[in-house]
T-cell receptor, first 117, second 115 residues
Framework: AQSVTQLDSHVSVSEGTPVLLRCNYSSSYSPSLFWYVQHPNKGLQLLLKYTSAATLVKGINGFEAEFKKSETSFHLTKPSAHMSDAAEYFCVVSVPTYSNSGYALNFGKGTSLLVTP | DAGVIQSPRHEVTEMGQEVTLRCKPISGHDYLFWYRQTMMRGLELLIYFNNNVPIDDSGMPEDRFSAKMPNASFSTLKIQPSEPRDSAVYFC?????????????FGPGTRLTVL
């Protein structure tokens, strides 16, 4: 079964410092992996996606993630945090649907990112 | 494009009452998903539709929950009777098979409070 584990429920960084949100995946084959962000009282927005092309994936707002098969990891990073980055971040794996004609998403538990001035 | 539209944004009701949540997917999308988000359980997939047909409802918690998709542009999630433990944020998302694998577009959610 395909699943993801987010290793930190809360991460706190100072504005201007690097961000690292950790995610490990479990999959019996090459997975499709995503990071979604949820700002307070908002819906979820796709940050970036990995679908077996380049292992270093760049997303919106300066975020990027690296797929490491040997470590079964897909960590999210950003060189310099901004106050507006404070949000909930979800690591997600795509799994074939019951009918095998589409995909459903399995979400991690989420990591809450706090950015302090 | 207006994105996925959900209504109402907030709903407060009393235990035992019927609650209906509504969703309009992005035009042209052939998949529609209903999720529930709580602090305890995180994001859970309740049910999804393909071309208006329910494909997998194994995530629906119990018979009090039902979902319909009468046409490509409208879906409802109904809870009858509602209970306090149903309090959560309910998200609707849509996608299309020809799009990027697994990418879904989420609505803003409906925050349900059952007193």
């Amino acid at each position: 079964a395909q699943s993801v584990t987010q290793l930190d429920s809360h991460v706190s960084v100072s504005e201007g410092t690097p961000v690292l949100l950790r995610c490990n995946y479990s999959s019996s084959y090459s997975p499709s992996l995503f990071w979604y962000v949820q700002h307070p009282n908002k819906g979820l927005q796709l940050l970036l996606k990995y679908t077996s092309a380049a292992t270093l994936v760049k997303g919106i707002n300066g975020f990027e993630a690296e797929f490491k098969k040997s470590e079964t990891s897909f960590h999210l990073t950003k060189p310099s945090a901004h106050m507006s980055d404070a949000a909930e971040y979800f690591c997600v794996v795509s799994v074939p649907t019951y009918s095998n004609s589409g995909y459903a998403l399995n979400f991690g538990k989420g990591t809450s990112l706090l950015v302090t001035p | 494009d207006a994105g996925v539209i959900q209504s109402p944004r907030h709903e407060v009701t009393e235990m035992g009452q019927e609650v209906t949540l509504r969703c309009k997917p992005i035009s042209g999308h052939d998949y529609l998903f209903w999720y529930r988000q709580t602090m305890m359980r995180g994001l859970e997939l309740l049910i999804y539709f393909n071309n208006n047909v329910p494909i997998d409802d194994s995530g629906m918690p119990e018979d009090r929950f039902s979902a319909k998709m009468p046409n490509a542009s409208f879906s409802t999630l109904k809870i009858q009777p509602s209970e306090p433990r149903d309090s959560a944020v309910y998200f609707c998302a849509s996608s299309f098979l020809g799009g990027s694998v697994g990418e879904q577009f989420f609505g803003p959610g409906t925050r349900l409070t059952v007193l």
